[in-house]
């Protein structure tokens, strides 16, 4: 469990998700500081990693990598920490189009396709 301070390679994701679950890495995107946390087994583990990091939870995401996939396949818009009604966003998906599009810069900043 970390919050990258470089960025991490499909290569290195795979590994990650061997360790793991098999296929897929669990992710939270800062959009603010524009930085990305993963390898835990909840994304609650990764937003709790966050708060003690400085960040706020109005500006947590929770993702999914699968490394595997290609395109958009890659990227999964799904946890329960995102079910935040005060926020608008009522499901464990990401619901605000431009919000998506925040965390899709960030990933791309992150991870080296």
């Known amino acids: ?3 990258l301070d470089k960025i991490v390679t499909i290569d290195e994701l795979k590994k990650m998700a061997a ?3 098999g296929d897929l890495v669990k992710a939270v995107v800062d959009i603010e500081r524009e930085l990305v946390a993963l390898d835990a087994e909840l994304h609650s583990d990764l937003e709790a990693l966050f708060f003690e990091d400085g960040s706020q939870q109005k500006c947590l995401w929770g993702i999914n990598f699968y490394p595997d996939l290609k395109g ?4 999964e818009f799904d946890s329960m920490i995102n079910i935040r009604p005060s926020q608008g966003n009522m499901s464990r998906g990401i619901d605000d189009e431009e919000l998506r599009k925040k965390i899709i810069k960030v990933v791309n900043k ?3 396709r």
């Open 72 to 75: 958009e396949d890659f990227l």
């Open 110 to 112: 992150w991870v080296q």
């Open 19 to 21: 360790d793991t679950f």
């Open 1 to 3: 469990m970390k919050i």
